[in-house]
């Protein structure tokens, strides 16, 4: 009789529990939002405005404070922000004092293309149009329509990556052939990098003749530096 009265109490228990687990969980489905909590998580200045990520999270909602919990589809969220142009990846969440979250990921602009219209190319090798929040400041290419994205953006990263590079490369012509030129912010020459290859010994090669030619003051004389030879520089004078 003990042991049948000690199940009893277990069942009893048990279903007193589960009450009062779909209880809380029904009536925190019916909880509306508190606010929207957003963060840019990269770094970069936003490309896109708060504003804007508001109306892509809530949508035809007038205030986030007029929506119930339950009607809330996260994962329909992150592809309406994933699908923005500006937007490399997000993720939105929920907290148990309803306020939603959402993580964000802009794209990073690497270079951008003088076209119709300019467009810019990101870090992953994509095609990024221009921000109407924002202005990137990165190289200009002048480029035909058969640029080597994959190539040029191998480049462009190896430019991010060295700061010497980095601050002095304004501008980048990709010619008909595949050859890079370079252009400089402070300098009158030009530098015929050629085809996207020896990346590294190409850099090394004109770090160390720049060096040498600014000792000498002889910055001024020259109006082209040619890296195509990889063990050697060619310099032309004015």
Do not use: C
């Not at 501008?171 to 030009?190: A, Q």
């Amino acid at each position: 009789m003990k042991r049948s009265w000690g199940i009893i109490k277990f069942v009893l228990l048990g279903a007193l529990v589960v009450f009062l687990f779909s209880f809380t969980a029904e009536r925190n489905k019916k909880r509306k939002l508190t606010k929207i909590d957003l963060e840019f998580v990269d770094g970069n200045t936003p490309f896109i405005t708060l504003n804007s990520v508001n109306k892509l999270l809530i949508q035809n909602h007038e205030k986030v404070t007029s929506i119930d919990k339950e009607t809330l589809v996260l994962n329909e969220m992150e592809l309406r922000l994933k699908e923005n142009p500006m937007i490399r990846d997000a993720q939105v969440f929920m907290t148990v004092d309803g306020v939603l979250g959402a993580k964000i990921e802009q794209r990073t602009p690497i270079a951008r293309v003088s076209s119709s219209p300019d467009y810019y190319i990101d870090a992953d090798g994509k095609k990024m149009p221009l921000s109407s929040v924002f202005t990137a400041r990165v190289p200009i290419i002048n480029a035909g329509e058969k640029m080597n994205f994959e190539k040029v953006t191998k480049l462009l990263l190896k430019i991010n990556d060295d700061p010497f590079m980095k601050s002095g490369v304004v501008g980048l012509d990709i010619e008909n052939n595949g050859g890079v030129v370079m252009r400089f912010r402070k300098y009158n020459f030009k530098v015929l990098f050629g085809n996207i290859e020896s990346i590294e010994k190409k850099f090394q090669n004109f770090k160390a003749f720049f060096q040498k030619i600014k000792q000498d003051g002889t910055l001024k004389e020259y109006h082209l530096v040619n890296l195509q030879f990889e063990s050697q520089v060619v310099a032309t004078k004015r």
